[in-house]
Every structure is written in C-alpha cells, then in structure tokens.
C-alpha cells in the first residue's frame, strides 16, 4: 500500500510540473501584451512629443582667437625655430547663477488601442539671473595672442522640439530675443537658442532673463538643473506622479485633485554641468537612461497608470503554483480522509482550471479594468470548480466548502497585488497560513493506516 501511496504523490507532483507549462505561456503572454502597451506608448510619442527634459538655459559666448605657435624644422645643427600664426574658435559657457520654473502640467489620457496614455501640456516660465563669467571661466590666450568675441546666444536644450506648442517668449536684460532652431552644440543638439543684441553682450553686469514656454510631451517631464541655485514649482491635475532622476521634491502635496511638488538644489558641481555638455547625442536624448548623466542630474517627474493591469497580472500569475499546490493538497486530504477516489485527470483538470483564471484576469482587465475583471474571473474560475466538485466530491456540501475557501483564498491574492509596499509581507503570511492550516488539519493522521482509502482508490 505504501507503493500505491508513493505513485500517487508521484504521479500528483509531475502533473503539477505539467500544469507550469500553461502558467507559463500565460506569463508570455502578459509580459507580451505589456509590450504592445509600450508600443502605443511610443506610437503616441511619436505622433505628437515624447518624454521631455529641459537642459538650463545657458549663454554661449564664442571665443575667435589668434596666436603665435613656435614650430621646429629641420635637424641638427640646420634645427630652426619659427612662429606661425594659429586660429581656434572656443565656447564660453555661462551657467546662470539663479534658476526658478514655475509650472502646470495639465494631463489628459489618449487613447491608442486598447491602452490609455498620459500625455501633457506644460504651462512654464524660467526665470533667473546670468552673472558676468568670472575670470577664471575665460579662455586662456596663447602667445601674442588676439581675442575677438562672436554673437552670444542664449541656449535651452529640449529633448523633443516637436512638443513646443507656441513659439517661446523670451527676455533677456529688457530685450526681447527671437528663437531659432538648434542649439548649435555637438553635446546639445535638440532645443533652441536666440542671438543676444550686442547692447547686451558684454557681460558687465548681471542679466535678468525670462523664458515662457508651452510644451507638450508624454509620460514625463524631467528638469537637469545648471544653476548655481535652482528652484521648481510643478502643479497637475495628475493624481498618481512618481518621482524620480536624481532629486526628489523637497515638498509634495499629492491628493485626488492632482499633485503640487517643490525641488532646491544649489551650486551643483561644475564638472556636472561640462559633464552633460559634453556627452555626444546623449545630453538631451528623448528617453534618459537610468545611468546617464541627465537621469542622475534632474528633477523629473512620471505619469504613472495607477493601477499597471500587467505588472498586476503577472504578480498573480506567480502565486499560480501555489494555488495548484493548494488545491491539490486539499483534493489529497478529501481523497484519502473520506475514502473518495479522484483520479489525476481530475486533479489536471481543476489545475488547468485554475490556470485559465489568470488568463481570464488579464484579457478581462484590458476591457474592464482591473478590479471588476478580478471579481470575474475568480467567479466564474470558482463557481466552475465548484460545479464540477460537486460531482466529483459527491456532493454540493464538500464543493461549496472548497470553493469557498478558494474563493477566500482569490480574495486574500487580492490584497496582496494591492498592497504593492507590503506584498511580500502579506504574500509571507498567506503562506504560512496555508501551510499552518494544512499541517494543523493533518497533525491527528496516521498516514501508515490509510489502507481503506488506498483500496478505494485502487478499486476505481
């Protein structure tokens, strides 16, 4: 009898290998549809702006120079020395040394698809102070050397130009400066900049300046801060941000309305700020990495999905083996307990049974949202368990039991995906409950003395 006991467990744990094959076609498939959420993503970006960043404003002061080079020719004693006369073109940069954006982000969902995705319309202005350069900031001329400045231009960077929604109203020292296109930077490529009147040009003395802009983008705004001082303002609609890059707000106030957040950083490093210049193609690429020098400089905020329907979905597919186990665990102990033969095509059965609930919970939330299409799918996945029990078990008292512990069980998966900060902690103690009632349920069994049940088995 202890032979037939050991084929049974056996024959029990491969059909529960067997049932991870479908557990795990349904996690392809979630990971799957949660690309082609990334696609609409990126069709939408693409169709209007995607995420943007700004980088400064800044004031780029060329530099023309001309100076003596002492050159060698020959060898020996014909060895000469000459001076030939040299050119190079340098950039002064002039970070500004107060930094203030004062903004509202006004979000609205778009529809692509089946997905919704957050794209917004920014409201800002700059403000803030540029200081004559110190000297130690100025080029160092070489022998002989003779120093002509160009036309100073004022620089924003912008990851996507296409975002802005209006032309950008710019003041500088009580000028009024025209935008152009580019940024004429190799670090800097995406953004504009406007040629500074020579009235203002030299530099003597500080310059007020004010940019007021609208932008538009998808999914995140980010800010890399190149002043001395920098404070931001945002307000939204938005109630669901998540704060990121390399600052966090110093305040936030986040209710259902929207959100209001504050960020101060000041005099950051200078190597920082050169830093981001000169990284080629990658100082205001459109989607920062999260190593880059923008990412790990900015203050950024993102539009999050309260509810990620497939970041959830696939959470609760991997409590899926523990739900197998379970139900098999509990089918064991009705087998052999009371004497009721259930043969493994049945176990297979309400396994896969299972199974189809979590593909259930993902197709129906793309349509309904994510808690309706949870209460779905566990009713019609427990009501068809329990319909099919109560042929099996011989009776509609067993089945209704069973199904409603799984129905408390689908319940308690439930709190758990929620409770993202304390998933793991509930996720702990479900197991241990289960594991507690199984072992508390069996502690009285004489698993030696189970020979009646084991030839009811047989018999079938």
Same mark, same amino acid.
């Given at each position: 009898?202890?032979?037939?006991? #050991?084929?049974?467990?056996?024959?029990?744990?491969?059909?529960?290998? %067997?049932? +991870?094959?479908?557990?795990? %076609?349904?996690?392809?498939?979630?990971?799957? $549809?949660?690309?082609?959420?990334? =696609?609409?993503? @990126?069709?939408?970006?693409?169709?209007?702006?995607?995420?943007?960043?700004?980088?400064?404003? +800044?004031?780029? /002061?060329?530099?023309?120079?001309?100076?003596?080079?002492?050159?060698?020719?020959?060898?020996?004693?014909?060895?000469?020395? $000459?001076?030939?006369?040299?050119?190079?073109?340098?950039?002064? #940069?002039?970070?500004?040394?107060?930094?203030?954006?004062?903004?509202?982000?006004?979000?609205?969902?778009?529809?692509?698809?089946?997905?919704?995705?957050?794209?917004?319309?920014?409201?800002?202005?700059?403000?803030?102070?540029?200081?004559?350069?110190?000297?130690?900031?100025? &080029?160092?001329?070489?022998? @002989?050397?003779?120093?002509?400045?160009?036309?100073?231009?004022?620089?924003?960077?912008?990851?996507?130009?296409?975002?802005? !929604?209006? =032309?950008?109203?710019?003041?500088?020292?009580?000028?009024?400066?025209?935008?152009?296109?580019?940024?004429?930077?190799?670090? %800097?490529?995406?953004?504009?900049?406007?040629?500074?009147?020579?009235?203002?040009?030299?530099?003597?003395?500080?310059?007020?300046?004010?940019?007021? +802009?609208?932008?538009?983008?998808?999914?995140?705004?980010?800010?890399?801060?190149?002043?001395?001082?920098?404070?931001?303002?945002?307000?939204?609609?938005?109630?669901? &941000?998540? #704060?990121?890059?390399?600052?966090? &707000?110093?305040?936030?106030?986040?209710?259902?309305?929207?959100?209001?957040?504050?960020?101060?950083?000041?005099?950051?490093?200078?190597?920082?700020?050169?830093? !981001?210049?000169?990284?080629?193609?990658?100082?205001?690429?459109?989607?920062?990495?999260?190593?880059? *020098?923008?990412?790990?400089?900015?203050?950024?905020?993102?539009? !999050?999905?309260?509810?990620?329907i497939y970041r959830l979905s696939l959470r609760a597919t991997k409590y899926g083996v523990l739900f197998v186990v379970l139900t098999f665990a509990a089918f064991f102990m009705f087998e052999n307990l009371r004497s009721l033969p259930i043969?493994? *095509?049945?176990?297979?059965?309400?396994?896969?049974?299972?199974?189809?609930?979590?593909?259930?919970?993902?197709?129906?939330?793309?349509?309904?949202?994510?808690?309706?299409?949870?209460?779905?799918?566990?009713?019609?996945?427990?009501?068809? !368990?329990?319909?099919?029990?109560?042929?099996?078990?011989?009776?509609?008292?067993?089945?209704?039991?069973?199904?409603?512990?799984?129905?408390?069980?689908?319940?308690?998966?439930?709190?758990?995906?929620?409770?993202?900060? @304390?998933? /793991?902690?509930?996720?702990? +103690?479900?197991?241990?409950?289960?594991?507690?009632?199984? %072992? /508390?349920?069996? $502690?009285?069994?004489?698993?030696?003395?189970?020979?009646?049940?084991?030839?009811?088995?047989?018999?079938?």
């Amino acid at each position: 009898m202890q032979k037939q006991l #050991f084929w049974k467990c056996l024959s029990l744990f491969v059909l529960g290998l %067997m049932l +991870l094959i479908p557990l795990g %076609m349904i996690e392809s498939t979630v990971a799957e $549809r949660s690309h082609f959420r990334e =696609e609409a993503v @990126n069709q939408v970006a693409a169709n209007s702006a995607r995420a943007q960043t700004l980088i400064g404003p +800044l004031l780029v /002061l060329p530099v023309f120079e001309e100076y003596d080079e002492e050159i060698s020719e020959g060898e020996g004693e014909a060895r000469r020395t $000459r001076l030939v006369r040299r050119t190079r073109n340098r950039d002064v #940069f002039v970070f500004p040394r107060k930094l203030t954006l004062e903004g509202g982000l006004n979000v609205e969902q778009r529809a692509y698809g089946l997905h919704q995705v957050a794209v917004f319309d920014l409201k800002g202005q700059l403000s803030g102070q540029f200081d004559p350069p110190a000297e130690s900031d100025l &080029p160092k001329p070489g022998r @002989n050397g003779a120093v002509r400045w160009g036309a100073p231009r004022l620089v924003l960077g912008l990851s996507d130009p296409r975002g802005l !929604i209006s =032309e950008p109203k710019i003041k500088l020292g009580g000028s009024d400066l025209s935008p152009a296109r580019g940024t004429g930077l190799g670090g %800097m490529k995406n953004g504009f900049q406007a040629a500074i009147p020579h009235a203002v040009a030299g530099l003597t003395q500080s310059l007020p300046f004010r940019i007021e +802009l609208r932008l538009a983008g998808t999914e995140s705004f980010g800010l890399v801060p190149l002043a001395d001082q920098t404070v931001a303002s945002l307000s939204s609609n938005w109630a669901h &941000p998540s #704060f990121g890059g390399g600052f966090l &707000p110093r305040e936030r106030q986040v209710d259902e309305q929207g959100f209001r957040a504050t960020w101060s950083v000041s005099a950051l490093a200078a190597n920082v700020q050169r830093d !981001i210049l000169n990284q080629p193609g990658r100082a205001n690429e459109a989607t920062p990495s999260s190593g880059s *020098v923008e990412e790990q400089n900015s203050f950024r905020v993102r539009l !999050i999905d309260p509810v990620d329907i497939y970041r959830l979905s696939l959470r609760a597919t991997k409590y899926g083996v523990l739900f197998v186990v379970l139900t098999f665990a509990a089918f064991f102990m009705f087998e052999n307990l009371r004497s009721l033969p259930i043969h493994p *095509v049945q176990y297979g059965l309400v396994g896969l049974a299972l199974a189809i609930f979590f593909l259930l919970l993902l197709s129906l939330s793309e349509h309904v949202g994510f808690a309706w299409a949870y209460l779905v799918a566990a009713l019609a996945s427990s009501g068809l !368990i329990t319909a099919y029990l109560a042929a099996v078990l011989r009776g509609w008292k067993p089945a209704l039991a069973f199904g409603s512990g799984l129905g408390l069980l689908l319940g308690a998966l439930f709190g758990v995906l929620l409770s993202e900060q @304390n998933a /793991l902690l509930l996720g702990s +103690l479900l197991l241990f409950a289960a594991l507690a009632a199984l %072992m /508390l349920g069996t $502690r009285s069994i004489d698993w030696y003395r189970l020979k009646p049940a084991l030839q009811a088995n047989a018999e079938a």
